[in-house]
């Protein structure tokens, strides 16, 4: 699963901003287009892609062991949100 414009919450906070990102095997590549680095330290943290231009409810997950380095965001998902 590839895709296009994507965030990291943190509650109902935007965390970081992602431009392109791939979904792998479970674990998560992207790149950070913004991102506040006080909340992105924070937990827990959800991977977000708004699916309602294709009449879709959101894709989310939990972030699990998310690194950023080089402007990347790596981890692996979790469970979806409650």
């Known amino acids: 699963m590839t895709g296009v414009k994507a965030v990291v919450e943190w509650g109902y906070h935007v965390a970081a901003e992602l431009g392109a990102w791939e979904l792998r095997d479970g674990f998560i590549r992207a790149r950070i287009v913004s991102a506040d680095p006080f909340r992105l330290r924070q937990a827990p943290l959800y991977f977000t892609v708004d699916n309602s231009a294709v ?4 894709f989310q997950r939990r972030l699990l062991d998310a690194s950023v380095a080089g402007g990347t965001l790596s981890g692996r ?4 949100k409650a």
């Open 77 to 80: 998902l979790g469970p979806r």
């Open 55 to 58: 009449g879709k409810p959101p």
